[in-house]
């Protein structure tokens, strides 16, 4: 499966939405969302994907982990998803975290050298 995000998917900037351009292939359970124009990817799991899916820039990342009633660890560490795909040009908008969500566990994306 393929997934090519389109202008409309990125209008706004004030909630985190797909990057103009972005490709998304899934194989073994591993989802890649590649920035071709930069270039860089993450590659992650379903969780994430379905995460990174959901920024379709009318939500902030807070009503979007709450959406899904994430709390706690699990949380923490989806914002710092959430930054490291803004971070590698997948996601554009706003994904700052308020000061009692602050991060500080890694995510489950990787960048594939």
């Known amino acids: 499966m393929v997934f090519v995000a389109t202008a409309q998917a990125v209008a706004g900037a ?28 993450v590659v992650v799991n379903k969780n994430s994907a379905v995460l990174l899916f959901s920024c379709d820039g009318h939500r902030t990342v807070e009503q979007i982990l709450d959406s899904y009633g994430l709390q706690g660890e699990v949380r923490k560490d989806s914002f ?29 994306c990787t960048q594939v050298a």
């Open 14 to 41: 004030e909630t985190p939405e797909l990057s103009e351009g972005l490709l998304h292939f899934e194989k073994a359970g591993k989802h890649l969302f590649f920035a071709p124009d930069i270039p860089n990817w």
């Open 80 to 108: 710092v998803l959430f930054e490291e795909a803004k971070k590698r040009g997948v996601i554009k908008g706003r994904v700052s975290v308020s000061e009692s969500n602050e991060c500080y566990t890694t995510c489950a």
